[in-house]
């Protein structure tokens, strides 16, 4: 059974900064793509950021400059580093993984979602 698990979400002033983290955890083969996306109060859920298994990494143009995307293959973790956090990055932030499972006899692909972790920015 595979699990993400999320940590690092909290009440921040505006400017200050917060570091989200992201563990994988089962029966993993490999995983591919892992990213960040967010969802505010009556809004979509969107993408942050996003970087792939061999580093290349993506991001909303509202998080450029201030947002940065890693992962540490050997730990499966991704993270979040939130600087010059403004008001507007206010949401519940949400890892998602696209990653092989499976056992010796079987194995399949598919998107994990972790549960979810709020930040809250302050003015």
């Known amino acids: 059974q595979v699990q993400l698990v999320e940590s690092g979400g909290g009440l921040v002033q505006a400017g200050g900064s917060l570091r989200l983290s992201c563990a994988a955890s089962?029966?993993?083969?490999?995983?591919?793509?892992m990213g960040w996306y967010r969802q505010a109060p009556g809004k979509q859920r969107e993408l942050v950021a996003a970087?792939?298994?061999?580093?290349?990494?993506n991001y909303a143009d509202s998080v450029k400059g201030r947002f940065t995307i890693s992962r540490d293959n050997a730990k499966n973790t991704v993270y979040l580093q939130m600087n010059s956090l403004k008001p507007e990055d206010t949401a519940v932030y949400y890892c998602?993984?696209?990653?092989?499972?499976?056992?010796?006899?079987?194995?399949?692909?598919?998107?994990?979602w972790g549960q979810g972790t709020q930040v809250t920015v302050s003015s």
């Open positions: 998602n993984a696209e990653l092989s499972y499976g056992s010796s006899w079987w194995a399949r692909s598919n998107d994990f």
């Open positions: 970087i792939t298994s061999g580093g290349s990494t």
């Open positions: 089962g029966n993993i083969f490999r995983i591919n793509a």
